[in-house]
């Protein structure tokens, strides 16, 4: 099967959608082709999902079926999950993950764009970073339940490690590929080193941060699980934990989708944002 | 499609050339075994089963606890398998083709319930208000609750943790919390801080809520080499024997299997009791073919503790779960 037989009728699709927008106001995004290209995957994805499921090749124990998870999502939302519903575990990762990722930008950005631009601070940071940057956050974690206790500052420090490197990795990536053409010509017309700082260098540097921000935010995610594990009550992490503990398979991929969403929804947030800010990002792509 | 042609008479040959030999024995025997004090280290060290089982290779794997065992069997890792009332509620539940064959030990002090001496908690009913953790879904989680719901003290009047072991024993140190249920070798450290033990899992044996582990065999391993399940069981049996016969060298052994000081792991095998393989076919223990024991009752306790608790979707009768306990292999044994 080439390419062309998915894009086709997806195109197809698309030209029909285009046609009936000025009769039915179908949002503009639904004609993309991207947006068909991307509803192809998930709906392919639980198409299988199905396929593998209602014909019992996959045993029920390891995959359960979408009305199986379906109904444990209904359930944790209504009558909730171990004393909190689904709302209240979501809240409760979705605190802690922003918090964290939100302390990472606080200091990893200006660190990041510090190093960049100073080789002094550069050459007095990097063996700080270097070392702990390969370091799994799991490893690190007994130490960080020994010095701050088993209350979310633990779980939150895991989190802020696990963002903080990509944030500055990224940031002094972005600094340095200034072209220093930009720098030369604000200083030539007299431009102050705050000016050169927020006029030159940060909205220079914003998209790279940017995605920056985008990797570390998955990272951050990655460790959820992992920073519930200690003493949670609440929260997706503890939810699939609790749950996977006790073979509940259903709410093991139902946290997981669920998590997964609010990935998503963060990343677009993050993107709008960018969009908002830096409007000079678009330039040449439209 | 060459390679399949060859695959394919290569395994007819292995059939009809060497048929009657490879049914009778598999490649490789794998034993799961978990990650605490019993007579199975004493087998493993000593190589009882390989003695046993002379033409196989014999592969054991440690397993640190009830949750990752359950997602070995149910993955089919291991042909053997160890484990604790509450996963074996919880995987007979869940439909795992497993079925009890031994009991490798029952709990005594080995787990206890610490509490903090200054915290001036007497009794279970002065939790109130306390910070206690335990891992959730584990023996100790299930006592504790068991416990508080004999002397009718609601467990929300008090902040419940879930904490691995070795977190529990840090957050002990530090202060975090007033009163843990946990065990050996981390307890101690608990008992050493400023603790006291204030019920163990033998007090609340002896008050009907005995708790243990059991020997599991994969239900298709069992029927394809029935033979092979006997000779596990002598090997183990042997070593429940060396056990009790030999208590200062055990100990030395399962200070090497664990890397545990000799001084620990004394005292977790005196927290422990082994139940030699004649007595296991009691009513208290596994019971007789035909008439299964108390084990088949704890499982049903605990199944209604999980459904309560909410992590169990149904509950099995007593008939459902005896019908997964099968002391044929340990009779046999003991009958020679």
């Not at chain 1, 200006?110 to 050459?123: E, F, I, K, Y």
């Not at chain 1, 939150?156 to 930009?182: N, S």
């Not at chain 2, 069997?73 to 439909?95: E, H």
């Not at chain 2, 503790?305 to 459902?320: A, G, M, N, Y």
């Amino acid at each position: 099967m080439t390419v062309d037989a998915v894009t086709q009728p997806i195109a197809r699709v698309g030209a029909l959608a285009k046609a009936l927008r000025p009769h039915l106001r179908v949002p503009r995004f639904l004609g993309q082709r991207s947006f068909l290209l991307s509803s192809a995957t998930v709906v392919a994805l639980f198409l299988a999902w199905v396929l593998v499921t209602s014909t019992g090749l996959a045993n029920e124990l390891f995959l359960p079926g979408p009305a199986a998870v379906w109904n444990a999502f209904v359930k944790a939302a209504i009558s909730g999950y171990q004393g909190s519903t689904l709302l209240e575990h979501v809240a409760a990762s979705l605190y802690r993950i922003l918090v964290a990722f939100a302390l990472a930008c606080v200091v990893g950005i200006p660190l990041g764009v510090l190093m960049g631009v100073s080789r002094d601070a550069n050459a007095l940071l990097t063996p700080l970073i270097e070392f702990y940057r390969p370091l799994p956050p799991l490893g690190l974690y007994t130490l960080l339940v020994m010095w701050l206790g088993i209350g979310d500052e633990s779980k939150l420090a895991l989190l802020f490690l696990a963002a903080l490197p990509g944030l500055i990795i990224t940031t002094i990536q972005a600094v340095r590929t200034i072209d220093p053409i930009y720098v030369r010509a604000a200083r030539s017309l007299g431009a102050s080193h705050r000016q050169i700082l927020f006029g030159v260098y940060l909205p220079a540097a914003g998209p790279t941060i940017l995605a920056g921000m985008r990797i570390s935010l998955g990272f951050t995610y990655t460790v959820l699980v992992a920073a519930e594990i200690v003493a949670a009550t609440a929260g997706i992490g503890w939810m699939i934990w609790d749950a996977a503990k006790f073979l509940l398979s259903d709410v093991v991929i139902m946290g997981l989708i669920v998590l997964g969403l609010t990935g998503v929804a963060l990343d677009a947030v993050m993107r709008l944002v960018g969009r908002l800010l830096m409007p000079w990002t678009l330039r040449g792509r439209q | 499609m060459k390679t399949i042609a060859k695959v394919t008479a290569l395994a007819l040959g292995l059939v009809c050339g060497h048929g009657a030999s490879a049914q009778d024995k598999p490649e490789k025997i794998t034993i799961g075994y978990l990650n605490l004090v019993n007579a199975q280290l004493v087998t493993k060290n000593l190589g009882l089963v390989a003695e046993e089982i002379p033409d196989v290779e014999i592969e054991y794997i440690k397993v640190g606890g009830g949750g990752d065992m359950l997602r070995a069997i149910a993955a089919g890792q291991v042909d053997f398998g160890g484990l604790g009332n509450p996963p074996t509620a919880i995987g007979l539940t869940r439909g795992l083709p497993i079925k009890g064959i031994l009991v490798l030990n029952m709990l005594g002090y080995v787990e206890a319930m610490a509490v903090r001496t200054s915290a001036g908690i007497e009794s279970l009913a002065d939790l109130k208000g306390k910070r206690v953790a335990a891992p959730f879904g584990s023996t100790t989680h299930y006592l504790l609750l068991k416990a508080l719901a004999e002397e009718g003290i609601d467990p929300a009047t008090m902040e419940i943790l879930d904490l691995p072991p070795s977190d529990i024993a840090v957050a002990w140190v530090r202060g975090d919390i007033d009163a843990a249920w946990f065990w050996e070798p981390n307890l101690n450290k608990a008992v050493q801080n400023g603790g006291e033990i204030m019920v163990h899992s033998g007090e609340m044996a002896e008050r009907g809520y005995p708790t243990w582990d059991i020997g599991v065999v994969m239900e298709e391993f069992a029927e394809t080499y029935p033979d092979l399940v006997t000779s596990f069981i002598k090997a183990e049996c042997a070593g429940i024997d060396f056990w009790l016969e030999n208590p200062e060298k055990t100990a030395e052994i399962i200070a090497e299997e664990l890397s545990l000081s000799v001084e620990d792991a004394t005292r977790m095998m005196n927290g422990t009791e082994m139940v030699p393989c004649d007595e296991q076919l009691t009513a208290e223990y596994l019971g007789s073919p035909g008439e299964i024991g108390e084990f088949a009752d704890t499982l049903v306790s605990t199944a209604e503790f999980l459904v309560e608790q909410d992590r169990l979707p149904k509950l099995l009768t007593r008939e459902e779960f005896a019908a997964k306990i099968d002391p044929s292999y340990v009779a046999g044994v003991v009958g020679e």
